[in-house]
């Protein structure tokens, strides 16, 4: 049985005392909320802080406000059951609640966060197993390690980004919120994720994710298509989000096509997106995004399947999605 190490637990009802706490205790802090994914790193000794502030007790940041019409905002620190669950959520955003059922399973869906799901830690093969596996090989580049198995001649990380919500919220140009001692800030979903499997987020240590923006709907259409090995639990090995804005003739105005589990950071596929504006959602438009899609996918032998066939699924999976909102024209 793997067991937690010695830490300090902290927990504070209010956004500043969090924040202040962290600026007090420095890089040896974390923040928790549902610990679905901090603690089994803490017991793999992926992650060891000393101090673990628990945000769980703020309410504010379990709010959820707004409409379609205006947008919505989601504090970091709702539930992915709440989430999946909320009436407003899933009448003017069916597609989120919809990727939220992709994650894990409903016991942990009523522990993990929205927050929690944005800031998931990097997986590889080499890196998700137990201290004394590591120390067997050594290490890794990821934690205590000088070099990347997965690409050994690699200056870099390859650890995968495996968030099913991360490659949907970068599609609707959703924005996040971050608080510190420093001031706040918002920026664009897409801005938070770095292409390094080790810095892998943008936010640094001190800042607390306290809310996710969703824009206005505007007639936005968006799906996340997800491959694993199971039908649930599993991370994704492949995520394909699509986003469309479409004119009333029927062309695409806007698209977004982004790809997940395929390297450190959601990939947006910019040829993809190219061949579907000015257009209609054709079956010719579908084919050449899906082969954009497959060009620019290169996933890397660490994680679940083969390399070249979650390669390969890149395609069918643009298609799926596509397909899917192509029916909802």
């Not at 977004?256 to 061949?275: M, T, W």
């Not at 899906?290 to 620019?296: E, G, P, Q």
């Amino acid at each position: 049985m793997m067991r937690l190490p010695k830490f300090r637990y902290l927990v504070t009802k209010k956004v500043a005392d969090a924040v202040s706490m962290m600026t007090d205790f420095g890089p040896d802090a974390m923040f928790v909320a549902g610990g679905t994914d901090l603690y089994p790193n803490m017991k793999r000794r992926q992650q060891t802080p000393k101090t673990v502030i628990s945000i769980a007790r703020l309410d504010k940041l379990r709010e959820v406000r707004g409409d379609g019409k205006s947008g919505i905002v989601i504090g970091a620190s709702v539930s992915l059951t709440d989430l999946c669950n909320h009436p407003i959520v899933n009448r003017d955003y069916p597609f989120v609640p919809k990727a939220a059922r992709l994650i894990s399973t409903p016991i942990l869906r009523n522990m993990g966060t929205i927050g929690g799901n944005l800031l998931l830690d990097t997986r590889c093969n080499y890196y998700d197993q137990n201290y004394e596996w590591r120390k067997g090989i050594n290490f890794c580049m990821k934690k205590d390690g000088e070099i990347c198995w997965v690409a050994p001649s690699s200056p870099k990380c390859w650890a995968v980004q495996s968030s099913d919500l991360v490659p949907l919220m970068v599609a609707i140009a959703a924005k996040v919120k971050l608080i510190s001692s420093r001031g706040e800030r918002v920026i664009e979903a897409r801005e938070l994720y770095n292409n390094d499997g080790i810095q892998y987020l943008s936010k640094r240590s001190d800042e607390l994710l306290t809310e996710i923006h969703l824009p206005p709907r505007n007639g936005l259409r968006a799906v996340y298509k997800k491959l694993r090995r199971r039908g649930s639990f599993d991370f994704p090995v492949l995520g394909v989000a699509a986003a469309l804005n479409v004119e009333e003739d029927g062309s695409i105005r806007d698209a977004k096509l982004i790809l997940g589990g395929v390297a450190p950071a959601p990939i947006e596929v910019g040829d993809a997106e190219r061949a579907l504006v000015g257009g209609r959602l054709d079956r010719e438009a579908i084919d050449a995004a899906a082969d954009a899609c497959y060009l620019k996918a290169r996933p890397l032998d660490n994680t679940d399947f083969l390399m070249n066939w979650r390669k390969q699924m890149a395609r069918p999976f643009v298609v799926r999605a596509l397909e899917e909102l192509r029916q909802q024209l």
